[in-house]
């Protein structure tokens, strides 16, 4: 499974635009990038998906340049909610049996 | 969205016990995932599972042993529990869902292991 690179911790105030970018040099062909969110004491959760170019939802966008070693996560308006750990995770999940491993995260921290 | 189940949410035993942590879902998907995770620290891959009667070890070396004869359950097992077993368990499958999305991991509450 590619090895994927975060900054450790960003900060932000609210209504802010927040981009997370996660490093994947070795993202394999058919690999996608899959984002997900993780709250103190919980799993984590979802947040969004893509293999290239943008993805948007209703919650976030996806950025993955045309190389794919990279991926940014971009957070609009954020809130105190929004308050985080957020991991981005590259493999190709449908098939094969690799295992899905995460990077360390990026810890977000909102302020008022 | 999956169900998955976790259980006990939370266990305080003492050292040398047997304990095992249950985890159930109800999607049938084929992959199941346990990782393990300190407080503040990152996910560690400890077992998965691809199917039933299918399990492998994953990154993080565990004492821990899984179990897969039904697709709904994957259980987690310490035959002896040690204070350094302490952490939080977390369950996860892996499957279609309703987003057009190459799979997606859905997790449990965690169970909160505290060994004495």
């Known amino acids: 499974l590619a090895k994927t690179t975060q900054p450790i911790s960003m900060d932000s105030y609210e209504g802010q635009e927040v981009n997370i970018t996660c490093s994947h040099n070795?993202?394999?062909?058919?690999?996608?990038i899959t984002w997900y969110q993780q709250f103190p004491s919980q799993g984590p959760r979802f947040i969004i998906q893509g293999y290239k170019t943008k993805v948007t939802n209703e919650v976030a966008s996806l950025f993955i340049p045309a190389d794919r070693k990279s991926s940014t996560l971009s957070l609009p308006r954020v809130s105190l909610s929004d308050t985080a750990v957020y991991y981005c995770?590259?493999?190709?999940?449908?098939?094969?049996?690799?295992?899905?491993?995460f990077g360390s995260g990026t810890r977000l921290q909102v302020q008022p | 969205e999956a169900d998955i189940y976790q259980t006990p949410r939370y266990l305080v035993i003492g050292t040398g016990k047997k304990i095992t942590l249950e985890c159930s879902q109800t999607m049938g998907h084929d992959k199941m995932y346990w990782y393990q995770q300190d407080p503040g620290m990152e996910l560690h891959l400890i077992h998965y599972?691809?199917?039933?009667?299918?399990?492998e070890k994953g990154d993080l070396s565990s004492e821990s042993t899984v179990s897969r004869i039904r697709t709904e359950h994957f259980p987690l097992t310490l035959e002896s529990a040690r204070p350094s077993h302490t952490s939080q368990y977390l369950c996860a499958t892996c499957g279609t869902s309703g987003r057009e999305v190459s799979g997606e991991l859905f997790f449990g509450e965690g169970s909160r292991l505290t060994v004495l």
């Open positions: 995770l590259v493999g190709y999940m449908d098939t094969g049996r690799r295992a899905l491993t």
């Open positions: 599972s691809y199917g039933v009667n299918s399990t």
């Open positions: 070795n993202i394999a062909t058919n690999d996608y």
